[in-house]
T-cell receptor, first 114, second 116 residues
């Protein structure tokens, strides 16, 4: 069965510093991978997605992610974090046997310090 | 219009009440989803509708009853809920239920449900 692992429950970075959030997946076929962000009390906003092709994916708000098949990873990066980036980040895989509903990782909570 | 709307934003209900959550999208999407999200947890899939027919039910208790009256509207009827059902209920939609490049899901802001 497919699964998604986000190894870091919490991450704290200083404003202006670079950010990398880790995501590992387990899936038999080519996965459909997503990163979503959720601010407190809000719904989920899609940051970026990977289906095929170029393994470096650009998203909104200056985020990018790189798909590495050999490492089963889809890590999210941002070169310079802003205080408004503080939120919960979810990596997700599209599950073919669930009507392509999303299987989420447990999330990484990002705290940005001044 | 790339928006999924959900009403109400907040709902407080007793264990004997009957209430409904509403979700609407006007993007022409043919797949719609209900997720439940507890605090500090990821969303968990409850139901999937594909072309207005229920295609996935993730063993959800019968006190939750989904309905898809048309391709733009998705309801979740609630009856005899328990306090542990208190959560954020998220609705999402995607263009096609078959996945691939159409699998991007658009989420609504959610309904915060409290069961007393």
């Amino acid at each position: 069965a497919q699964s998604v692992t986000q190894p870091d429950i919490h991450i704290t970075v200083s404003e202006g510093a670079s950010l990398e959030l880790r995501c590992n997946y387990s899936y038999g076929a080519t996965p459909y991978l997503f990163w979503y962000v959720q601010s407190p009390g809000q719904g989920l906003q899609l940051l970026l997605k990977y289906f095929s092709g170029d393994t470096l994916v650009q998203g909104i708000k200056g985020f990018e992610a790189e798909f590495k098949r050999s490492q089963s990873s889809f890590n999210l990066r941002k070169p310079s974090v802003h205080w408004s980036d503080a939120a919960e980040y979810f990596c997700a895989v599209g599950a073919r046997n669930s009507g392509y509903a999303l299987n989420f990782g447990k999330g990484t909570s990002l705290l940005v310090t001044p | 219009d790339t928006e999924v709307t959900q009403t109400p934003k907040h709902l407080v209900m007793g264990m004997t009440n009957k209430k409904s959550l509403k979700c609407e999208q006007h993007m022409g999407h043919r797949a719609m989803y209900w997720y439940k999200q507890k605090a500090k947890k990821p969303p968990e899939l409850m139901f999937v509708y594909s072309y207005e027919k229920l295609s996935i039910n993730e063993s959800v208790p019968s006190r939750f009853s989904p309905e898809c009256p048309n391709s733009s509207l998705l309801n979740l009827h609630l009856h005899a809920l328990q306090p542990e059902d208190s959560a954020l209920y998220l609705c999402a939609s995607s263009q096609e239920p078959s996945g691939g490049i159409y699998n991007e899901q658009f989420f609504g802001p959610g309904t915060r449900l409290t069961v007393l």
